[in-house]
């Protein structure tokens, strides 16, 4: 079993940047790939980036290429998610999981079998 711990959420302006955390206990960090996921306020979570196992394939959701880098440190079992140039459509709250498949283009939120339990992130305009 995999437990995934989330931090760094908080209140930024818009413009701004933030990075998030999580760190993951239970299994070795490296033997699956892991994704960051966002709940904006009355809508359903999406999927926002996506890196593999060893660290050199990435994915982002169109609204945050260019802004956002997901990148990872398995010697730490920690992944993270610097956010930059932040808009108010940015809040939410963020979700980290983790896949066992470390297929491409897994973006899906069936696909992943691990979750944190979220930490909030709120851009003001």
């Known amino acids: 079993q995999v437990q995934l711990v989330e931090s760094g959420g908080g209140l930024v302006q818009a413009g701004g940047s933030q990075r998030l955390s999580c760190t993951a206990s239970?299994?070795?960090?490296?033997?699956?790939?892991m994704g960051w996921f966002r709940q904006q306020p009355g809508k359903e979570r999406e999927f926002v980036a996506r890196?593999?196992?060893?660290?050199?394939?990435?994915y982002y959701a169109d609204s945050v290429k260019g802004r956002f880098t997901i990148s990872r440190d398995n010697a730490k079992n920690t992944v993270y998610l610097q956010m930059s140039s932040l808009r108010p459509e940015d809040t939410g709250v963020y979700y980290c999981?983790?896949?066992?498949?470390?297929?491409?283009?897994?973006?899906?939120?069936?696909?992943?079998?691990?979750w944190g339990q979220g930490t909030q992130v709120t851009v003001s305009s």
């Open positions: 890196i593999s196992s060893g660290g050199t394939v990435r």
């Open positions: 999981a983790g896949d066992n498949f470390n297929s491409a283009n897994r973006l899906l939120e069936s696909q992943y079998d691990y």
């Open positions: 239970g299994r070795t960090g490296s033997a699956y790939a």
